[in-house]
């Protein structure tokens, strides 16, 4: 009988803990895609993709810290622009239009009257 109850024992102590090894598995991926998704979200703040307010780029403007680009149709452009605007063909921007310092901060806008 004794062997009896140790041999369930120790199958009640392998069931238990199976459970646990699977739970600390299961706690440890949700930890690792856990920080795995906030260094992705960190990394495109970082980027600067977004909208931007006017005070933002009157900002970059005054500091020239930023290329503008107006991608409005030419007679749009020619009413009027953003100051230090540089107009740019929304069908066919070319990388000559861009800046060639990589590092530089690039504002793109429209009037989306196309």
Request: aromatic share 10%; charged share 30%; net charge positive.
């Amino acid at each position: 009988m004794f062997r009896w109850r140790r041999a369930l024992d120790r199958r009640a102590s392998a069931i238990t803990l199976l459970p646990m090894r699977i739970l600390r598995r299961t706690l440890f991926a949700a930890l690792v895609l856990l920080f795995a998704g906030t260094a992705r979200a960190d990394s495109a703040k970082e980027e600067g993709f977004g909208d931007l307010t006017i005070d933002q780029v009157a900002d970059l403007i005054a500091k020239k810290d930023a290329d503008i680009f107006d991608n409005n149709g030419k007679d749009v452009y020619a009413k009027g622009h953003v100051p230090t605007a540089k107009w740019v063909d929304f069908k066919a921007v070319k990388e000559s239009d861009l800046p060639k310092d990589k590092s530089r901060k690039l504002v793109f806008y429209c009037a989306n009257t196309h």
